[in-house]
């Protein structure tokens, strides 16, 4: 029976072992620098809570309060802003200052670490609300040093950024989601799609969860179900009161594509359900 017996100074194993001990080198190199970034660039934490509310445009309701938690252990800064919240036609947000409608107290404050803060914010917009007002309430970390030392301190800073829903509610609230039209349209490029309107008619925000839309040829009762990833944004967009999407979506194979598109769209009917 032959022995099998590693000569450690063979150059393969010189080489092996020095590989070996590059990489080992490496590992605790990365994890040094990862450990320095944690130590020299801590992240200033805070919370800022509810994320949702709705107020009253009178009353009692008409205020509520927030509440601000640094949980860090460096004192941080923290500005309160009310943004007013509108749609375009592709879903997008919109937003402006809201100052003109809300009284904030504090709006600015700095939070000692471990400790919180109580945020009073009151509606003082139009006492008449036939549709739902929508609102985004901002709570932004602002550059603070103050207290701390800067000799030493990282280039980076991670501020955190917290935008809430706020909603005032109408006198009466009515839920009334529909279609307004399903209308065959040909690209820039030439592609038959289809395009659908779709408008919250109601007084409240929805949101279409789940939501299908079924598109049926008023001729031929030939129909198709658009839902999901068929529907691109429409599906579990929250459409607030009063306002009109509209969204391009694939032409149906089982339909023929009209040869004449003027008042085309008074062929097709539609209508939309989701999960409310």
Not at 70 to 91: F, K, Q
Not at 185 to 200: C, E, K, P
Not at 202 to 230: C, D, M, P
Not at 241 to 266: H, I, R, S
């Amino acid at each position: 029976m032959k022995s099998y017996v590693v000569d450690m100074k063979r150059p393969l194993h010189r080489v092996r072992l020095s590989g070996m001990i590059y990489s080992m080198k490496k590992r605790i190199l990365i994890l040094t620098i990862l450990l320095t970034v944690c130590v020299v660039a801590p992240i200033f934490a805070f919370q800022f809570s509810p994320l949702e509310q709705s107020f009253a445009p009178t009353g009692a309701n008409s205020t509520k309060t927030y509440t601000i938690v640094n949980d860090s252990d460096d004192s941080i800064a923290v500005e309160i802003s009310a943004l007013t919240r509108d749609m375009d036609s592709a879903g997008r947000e919109l937003n402006e200052s809201a100052a003109a409608y809300f009284s904030i107290v504090p709006s600015k404050v700095i939070l000692r670490p471990q400790s919180s803060q109580i945020v009073r914010v009151q509606y003082r917009g139009p006492r008449t609300i036939p549709t739902e007002l929508s609102f985004r309430l901002r709570a932004e970390q602002i550059p603070y040093s103050q207290g701390r030392a800067t000799e030493g301190q990282s280039m980076f800073n991670f501020l955190y950024v917290y935008t809430t829903s706020l909603y005032v509610s109408p006198t009466r609230t009515t839920a009334r989601v529909q279609v307004d039209s399903a209308k065959p349209t040909l690209t820039a490029d030439g592609q038959q799609v289809m395009t659908l309107t779709v408008t919250n008619a109601g007084t409240v925000h929805q949101i279409l969860n789940g939501a299908k839309v079924e598109v049926t040829n008023n001729a031929t009762r030939q129909s198709v179900v658009y839902e999901g990833a068929a529907l691109g944004f429409v599906n579990g967009l929250n459409l607030l009161a009063g306002k009109k999407v509209t969204v391009q979506v694939a032409w149906p194979q089982n339909m023929q594509f009209p040869t004449n598109l003027t008042d085309a769209e008074k062929v097709f009917a539609a209508k939309i359900s989701y999960n409310n």
